[in-house]
Each structure stands twice: as structure tokens, then as C-alpha cells.
């Protein structure tokens, strides 16, 4: 659980956004923004061709408490469906109605910029976004994203990488 660890991109990751950038230039956007992790900040630089991006902390991962740092398999296996329900998951693990309150905070901003606006954020705050919108709770693969309309409304998903890789991070 990487959570809001400032865990560098990893070189899978940054070749992942290289392959993805094409596709992402081709979109037009007119703002970029990312999270404040620095693994999200990265991959907006390289996925924008260069173009400003900007920084907001309302992106920031979903903090996993306890649990940060600590393999997913060793949490599903002491826990087991803790991954997928909120409820069974331990005090100081961000509550899913605080990340989509900070979350949609950000978005109402955004909606304000002329023109597409991309967004590079985290998979499970993703997930939390897609599951107040559509009721859809499932994993992000790497640089897999969601498209929204300027109302808010879920959209669908958006594929960036050729052949939907999901090795590295």
C-alpha cells in the first residue's frame, strides 16, 4: 500500500508514460494538473509533452494509516476483504467520503479552466470518485484513467497505453 508516501516513479513507470503520451497529447488538453506525490507529478510532466503542470494537494493518494507500506497480499491475507470494504478497513485509513469531498472540491476548480483539463491522480482515489459516480468499484490498471463530462458526470474509462501494459508503477 503505497498510500500518501512520496514513493518515486519507478523507470516500468516512466516508460509506461512515454508509450502513453501520444495518446495523451492527441486529447488537446489545455491544463495538467497532479497530485503532490511526486510519482504522479512525474508522470504529468512526461504524459503532457512538457506543457505547465500544475500542483494541487487535494490529489493526494487516499492515506492507508496503518497499513502504509505494507504489501497488499499480507493486508488481504490478515484481513481478508479489507481492500474492497471500507468498513473492515483500520482507524486511520481515510474514509471514502473524505477523499471524494476533497476530491470533487479540486474538480468544481477545474471545470472552471477553458478548455480539457487532465487530471493525474492516484488508483484508489480514482476507485472512490468512480464508485460515488457509477457505483463501479474496481482496480485502475497503471495509467488506465476516467473521463468525466464538465458536469461531473462519470463518463467512462480511458485506456492511454498501447496493449494496456500494468507491469512496474
Do not use: C, K
Request: overall charge negative; glycine content about 10%.
Amino acid at each position: 500500500m503505497q498510500g500518501r508516501g512520496d514513493y518515486p516513479l519507478s523507470a516500468a513507470g516512466r516508460a509506461q508514460a512515454s508509450s502513453a503520451r501520444d495518446s495523451v497529447v492527441s486529447w488537446g488538453a489545455t491544463v495538467y494538473v497532479a497530485s503532490d506525490l511526486s510519482r504522479s507529478y512525474e508522470t504529468a510532466l512526461i504524459i503532457s509533452d512538457a506543457a505547465a503542470v500544475l500542483r494541487d494537494t487535494r490529489l493526494t493518494e487516499r492515506d492507508a494509516g496503518p497499513w502504509e507500506g505494507r504489501p497488499r497480499a499480507e493486508m488481504e491475507r490478515d484481513h481478508p476483504g479489507s481492500l474492497e470494504n471500507d468498513t473492515l478497513r483500520p482507524p486511520g485509513f481515510e474514509a471514502a467520503s473524505s477523499v471524494a469531498a476533497r476530491l470533487f472540491g479540486a474538480f468544481e476548480e477545474f471545470i472552471n479552466h477553458e478548455g480539457l483539463v487532465v487530471v493525474v491522480g492516484h488508483g484508489a482515489t480514482m476507485r472512490v470518485v468512480e464508485a460515488e459516480l457509477a457505483g463501479v468499484r474496481q482496480r485502475y490498471a497503471n495509467l488506465e484513467g476516467m473521463a468525466l463530462s464538465a458536469s461531473l458526470e462519470w463518463l467512462g474509462r480511458v485506456e492511454t497505453l498501447p496493449n494496456h501494459e500494468e507491469s512496474g508503477q
